[in-house]
């Protein structure tokens, strides 16, 4: 039986659910508004978007490069190809899947570098990305120059993170699938998800650039967070594996730089954010224990750096977006 005063703490509870959504929008607009170089947040939280601003850049939709992002919507097309029967494991080799891609001076063991090695930036050659970007995308052939640079640790260990890694498992997917990663994304992800993805750069043998300079609305990266978040479903298909996302979201290896630990193409932080981190602050991110997506863009001619506006956007995602949950 319903009592007076059980009614009355209910009408009172009810009416103040709306105040304290406000008072959590208003806070979340005071963290965005203190944070210049942020472009637009989203937040949807289990089938509802409870935010969604763009106080600043293009809008959220208008294309935004999602720079290093791009390396965990690979990720993803990965695991659709093993998923397919394209690719056997993530323990098939180079040597395996695509032996044309081996220059003839190729580093020795790089024809033995696996999938997860590529994957999770663990493939142990020297990194291509940082100081070494430029002279890479410098080069007549960056599948070749990337596994051509001297092994600096064993595959399968260390994380080095490097762009190359990532461009050379597009490649990989590009032959073992017998289509470009442009057409592998847009029909794999942006088809069931409904969303468009532009061309982006290629490289002089004509492989798009697997790790860098995608690009996609901001409300298609939040798409593509909710298809993270729920398993690999959208919209009640089963779009990526769940097993894919399971494997993709537990940790393999450890940035040396943000001290997050990485699995397949993702970061995991200790809070239970799984997010891809692109140059500058793009952000794709999942919480699948507070069912919360989340996609945040940037200026991308900005630095993000762990210690610095990165961090900041992670107290972000750990303070007024989680207590959005």
Known sequence: MITRRLFSLSAAATLATPLVARAQSDDLRAAVASLPQLHSLQIRRANETVFAEAPRGPGLDRPANIKSCSKS????????????????????????????????????????????????LRAGLERT?????????????????????????????????????????GAVLAEATGLSLLEQARSRLGAPLGIEIPAWTRDPQGYFLGGNEMALRPTAMLKVATLLRDGGVFDGEQVIPTS????????????????????????????????????????IAAHMGRDLAVAITSDPTQPARSGGYFGDLVRLLDGPILALS
């Open 73 to 120: 919507i690979v990720a993803l097309l990965l695991g659709s190809a093993i998923d397919r029967g394209e690719v056997p494991s993530v323990r098939a080799t180079i040597a395996d899947l695509a032996p044309r891609l081996l220059p003839r001076d190729a580093t020795p063991g790089a024809a033995d570098i696996t999938m997860e090695d590529l994957v999770t």
């Open 129 to 169: 990305s940082g100081s070494a970007y430029g002279e890479w995308v410098s080069s007549s052939n960056w599948v070749a120059n990337a596994l051509s640079r001297p092994m600096v640790a064993e595959p399968g260990t260390r994380m080095l993170y490097s762009t190359g890694s990532t461009h050379v498992l």
């Open 244 to 283: 894919w996302i399971e494997a993709s979201t537990r940790p393999h290896t450890r940035s040396p730089w943000s001290g997050l630990s990485y699995g397949y193409g993702w970061f995991v932080s200790p809070s239970g954010y799984v997010l891809g981190r692109g140059y500058g602050g793009q952000i």
